[in-house]
């Protein structure tokens, strides 16, 4: 609730002591230099106040203060020699935003100068809540307030300073600046009441010295301000001319770097302002004199000398520069592949990436552009597709050119073995010679089927790699028992070896993957030959399907040599073969290929593969795939 305030004092007398005061102080010339108080017997005021009044009063407005303190007391000191109080104090509001949620400000009241007789409170530097005081009143109205007796204001009689200070009467006049706002207050208090009413006098002194105190106040503020407002200013001008300086080395040094660049930078602002590095000088041999991109577009359509990878003219609007400046970010893989003409007329291939430069509105108004002179890089590296890509080709027909005659040869001989096996039959006791000549050349033709049999495999091989070099290795995903699959490859790979010890252990329930059967067959398959081949024919061979958590796993174990570190981290490289092992069983050809090829499908099905070996203690290979969710 808004507290309602006593109307402040009016109808007072006409005051003449300012009227007085200034044709007293125009009619003497006061020494600067001479004390601000003279002299005087005079205790109390009596005859001959006026007088006394004037002279005291205009010597201390003559004098010039070194700061608003030395002011205050002054102040202080005439109105205590003519004013019959207890107490003078001078005051300021100062105002503090509040935490609270109404946001309303706390006004607190500062002691600032302060002449007692009789008492110590208040006290300079005390300070207490505005509108527990009498200030308050003075601080809504910026009208004076005159309290002759504060035991007939039930107002003032409750407000807590007047217990506090033990208030009878009281004067207060405003400290107000030359723009209306308000200081603080001039006061004088007594603790009994007093007929001030009948002595406008006083209220006018306590107004004129509020007059001049408040000019010294707004003057020593004004000064301080000037002063921190030239102190910034200096320190501002100190920081410019370091930011200017900071900022010529920073050019200096960024155009040291840019010309020190292997690669030619190009910076252009919206306006089309052109900066080169050497290097870019020297790529972009047909723009060394250009300023700006209007001169640098207007020599594109002089004459063509930018193309794409493909030999195609670039048109203006497709320009690298002129994309950036669109807004498009040239970085990654959108790089852009030009060729472009130097001075002696030949093509060089230029890799261009660039990026925009956005202003605080995130507007583009200017790009950078690097240039990368790739051309030999760039032939060899066509020159070596080209290669590969012929060589993909060489592996393809020539795995497809082999497996024909291959597979006709392999059929011939398995006709020819099972002729001779039903001749053996029939004729077992009639011709014994013959029948040995007969199994003679049945080895002879199981030697060739063996040998058909690895030329399959390596041809197969070469095609597979060919494929996955290519990217065209397919796979025919469906859902499989991979149980099942591993249990066929072991069942076949018993009878290939024949003598050799596979051991199988399968969990009871099915382990269903969604993969190729075929493929993931010939990933078993590989695992076994090469656990054949490098272990001894008497050692057993372990084959290990189980589940964990969302996968299944595979695991092959032999009683080989084991593998180093280093060949644990090669084997799935392909064409790399172990020079320190032997192989132990079978036959030695291989072309390095089985395992890179087995890594290669069991990632295309969401698998990872990997080994655990000790040196002399045999290896265990694995593979595992994600279980199948329907």
């Given at each position: 609730m808004k507290r309602k305030f006593p109307k402040p004092a009016t109808n007072l007398a006409k005051p003449t002591l300012s009227q007085q005061l200034e044709r007293d102080s125009s009619s003497k010339q006061v020494d600067p230099s001479q004390e601000v108080f003279t002299q005087s017997s005079i205790e109390k005021p009596g005859k001959g106040e006026d007088i006394q009044i004037l002279h005291d009063v205009a010597q201390i407005t003559a004098q010039s203060f070194t700061s608003s303190e030395e002011a205050m007391d002054a102040t202080l000191e005439v109105l205590r020699r003519f004013l019959d109080c207890q107490t003078l104090f001078i005051s300021r509001v100062e105002i503090t935003p509040s935490n609270e949620i109404d946001g309303a400000n706390q006004h607190t009241l500062k002691i600032m100068g302060v002449r007692n007789q009789g008492t110590s409170q208040p006290a300079r530097g005390g300070e207490r809540a505005l509108d527990e005081t009498y200030c308050h009143t003075i601080w809504q109205t910026h009208q004076p307030l005159i309290v002759e007796d504060s035991t007939r204001s039930p107002f003032y009689q409750k407000l807590l300073t007047t217990k506090d200070y033990n208030i009878g009467s009281y004067i207060g006049v405003p400290l107000i600046y030359s723009d209306g706002r308000i200081y603080g207050t001039l006061c004088s208090q007594d603790s009994r009441p007093r007929p001030l009413m009948q002595q406008p006098e006083k209220l006018e002194l306590m107004q004129i010295m509020a007059r001049f105190l408040i000019s010294h106040i707004e003057r020593e503020e004004l000064t301080t301000q000037l002063r921190e407002a030239e102190c910034a200013q200096a320190e501002l001008a100190r920081k410019e001319r370091e930011a200017h300086m900071e900022a010529d080395r920073h050019l200096r040094e960024l155009n040291a770097i840019l010309d020190a660049m292997g690669d030619g930078m190009l910076v252009s602002n919206r306006d089309g302002q052109l900066r080169v590095n050497e290097v870019a000088r020297q790529i972009l041999s047909v723009i060394p004199d250009c300023k700006t991109l209007e001169e640098f577009l207007a020599r594109q359509q002089e004459r063509t000398v930018v193309w794409d990878e493909n030999t195609q003219p670039v048109l203006s609007e497709q320009l690298p520069i002129v994309r950036v400046l669109n807004g498009e970010h040239l970085v990654g893989e959108k790089m852009v592949m030009v060729q472009r003409e130097n001075a002696q007329g030949v093509k060089r291939f230029l890799s261009v990436s660039g990026m925009p430069i956005y202003d605080e509105q995130e507007h583009v108004n200017g790009c950078v552009l690097i240039f990368r002179d790739i051309h030999e890089r760039y032939l060899l590296q066509r020159q070596t597709q080209e290669l590969n890509t012929r060589f993909n080709e060489f592996l393809s027909i020539a795995s497809h050119e082999l497996k024909g005659p291959l597979t006709a040869f392999k059929g011939n001989i398995q006709l020819a073995q099972r002729a001779l096996r039903r001749l053996m039959s029939q004729h077992q006791q009639e011709h014994d010679t013959s029948i040995n000549l007969l199994e003679k050349i049945q080895r002879y033709l199981e030697r060739a089927e063996h040998q058909v049999r690895l030329q399959t495999r390596l041809t197969s091989d070469m095609l597979d790699v060919?494929?996955?070099?290519?990217?065209?290795?397919?796979?025919?995903?469906?859902?499989?028992?991979?149980?099942?699959?591993?249990?066929?490859?072991?069942?076949?790979?018993?009878?290939?070896?024949?003598?050799?010890?596979?051991?199988?252990?399968?969990?009871?329930?099915?382990?269903?993957?969604?993969?190729?059967?075929?493929?993931?067959?010939?990933?078993?398959?590989?695992?076994?030959?090469?656990?054949?081949?490098?272990?001894?024919?008497?050692?057993?061979?372990?084959?290990?399907?189980?589940?964990?958590?969302?996968?299944?796993?595979?695991?092959?174990?032999?009683?080989?040599?084991?593998?180093?570190?280093?060949?644990?981290?090669?084997?799935?490289?392909?064409?790399?073969?172990?020079?320190?092992?032997?192989?132990m069983s079978g036959n030695s050809i291989g072309l390095g290929l089985g395992l890179h090829i087995c890594k290669t499908i069991v990632e295309q099905h969401g698998g990872s593969v990997g080994l655990q070996s000790t040196v002399g203690q045999g290896s265990h290979f694995w593979f595992t795939l994600p279980l199948s969710k329907t």
């Open positions: 060919s494929r996955i070099r290519a990217g065209t290795l397919a796979l025919y995903m469906q859902r499989c028992d991979l149980k099942q699959v591993v249990k066929e490859i072991v069942e076949d790979q018993r009878q290939v070896a024949e003598g050799r010890r596979i051991d199988l252990e399968l969990p009871t329930a099915d382990i269903f993957v969604h993969g190729d059967a075929e493929r993931l067959g010939q990933v078993v398959n590989n695992y076994l030959t090469n656990a054949c081949k490098y272990s001894a024919s008497d050692k057993s061979i372990k084959v290990t399907v189980i589940t964990e958590g969302m996968e299944g796993r595979v695991i092959v174990s032999d009683q080989g040599p084991g593998l180093t570190l280093d060949e644990q981290t090669r084997v799935w490289e392909r064409f790399y073969r172990s020079k320190d092992i032997s192989i």
